[in-house]
DNA sequence: TTAAATCGGTAGCCATGGTTACCAAAAACA
DNA sequence: TGTTTTTGGTAACCATGGCTACCGATTTAA
């Protein structure tokens, strides 16, 4: 039944260290939900009941906190392998605490967080295992988190930029690159308003630091960002 | 020789729902090392080798977070029983992630963080109860960093005053209270400056929201407030 | 293939909050 | 006890970035 998404599965963190076979007997404990959504649908909403750490198995979900003044923040872009509401599972108050869209269509699968822990009643032997996946598992995504943290307590817009253009620059190992975000998502992402990331990212182009067209960039000074970013 | 600080740690979180006498077992296990440090000394400095999740036995610790810039942001002040590094133990890249200082003089005890999952050698029964506290642990800790991303998110000061008071005010359960944070420290942790945020709250004295002294702090329009805050 | 929606750049205006500097009160220290 | 340090309030000036509005380019849908 679960040999279908076997691909996703076996990308997915949570049963690294875990065999297929095993993984049978782990779902046969654990009796996950799976469901599809068309784009643009909504996953789980803030503040709606709890319904299972997420595991995506096909196409892409968006993972998104809104404060009540309606601004979001993207937190993640998920995809196959990928997982959602693993903070929420272990130490939640039973709600979603972000908001889930699918960015594509896809298929999700939920995992009730209560069989997760807890003994197993067919005491299989990869529970330990699991639970020991999932602490490495929240672990990272605190430090994430704490990433996120180090991005919002940069105060100018231009230093937001300068830090953002270079891990992307880390990242690619090139100075010619394609953003992974829309305008629209980096703004939200370095929470800022459009306009004025633009007009900054003007400037910086005025300045032959950088050069842009729509996605693709291109860093022409790395040193004036690196001065701009510490 | 753990007797002395049984008072700390049984009402450390990690230890939850392990018996003393089977703390001693465990501790047989893992193995800590004590420490104690002077007023304003460093505990742990950012950068610097990972030397094991901490639990505060005595005094106080400040965990913080400085970015290149020099600017600090306040994440927690943990007493006895209160851990740091929880994050960093099991997903970090075996450097602290945050610098530690003391508030006080204090004593830490160090876990070694390999020795908290994988199988114990004595075999003891208590390592999965400590795996599970472990996992509830640090899901509370990254809700807790979702928290901090929340207020970074606030992007005016009003907005961040008014949910800050509001918080101390269901917490406490009165308009009355004590500012558990300096000014100086509460301009850290909202992510702006001491004299802006004294201007701030002076205007929301003047327009009769609030009344202050120093430390003492009284809500006298809470509605006011909460239709900042949202 | 045309119509509609989305996306991104630009400009002007102005509110917010950073910066610096100074002073008084309180606390810590000798 | 007097002195030093810390803490907090205030003011003036000004840079940053939010907001609105508009327009052209590009993508998506019909």
């Known amino acids: 039944m679960y040999m279908k998404w076997m691909k996703a599965l076996s990308k997915c963190e949570l049963f690294r260290r875990i065999s297929p076979d095993e993984l049978n007997i782990v779902f046969e404990c654990l009796k996950p939900n799976v469901n599809s959504y068309g784009k643009n649908e909504w996953v789980a909403v803030a503040g709606e009941r709890f319904t299972g750490l997420g595991v995506v198995l096909s196409g892409e979900v968006v993972v998104a906190k809104e404060n009540a003044a309606g601004s979001r923040v993207i937190i993640a872009v998920n995809g196959p392998g990928e997982m959602f509401g693993e903070m929420a599972a272990f130490s939640g108050d039973g709600v979603w605490p972000v908001t889930v869209a699918a960015r594509t269509a896809c298929t999700v699968m939920f995992l009730p967080a209560g069989k997760i822990v807890g003994n197993c009643e ?109």
């Open 122 to 230: 067919n005491s299989c032997m990869s529970h330990r295992q699991l639970i020991t996946n999932m602490l490495e598992i929240v672990s990272g995504k605190a430090l994430m988190l704490h990433q996120k943290v180090e991005y919002l307590a940069i105060k100018s817009l231009r230093e937001k930029i300068s830090t953002f253009l270079l891990e992307q620059y880390k990242r690619t190992g090139s100075t010619m690159f394609m953003m992974p975000l829309k305008r629209n998502e980096l703004a939200d992402f370095l929470n800022v308003s459009r306009p004025s990331l633009s007009r900054e990212m003007s400037r910086l182009r005025d300045e032959g630091v950088i050069e842009f067209h729509r996605d693709s960039m291109k860093i022409k000074k790395v040193d004036a960002l690196r001065s701009m970013s510490s």
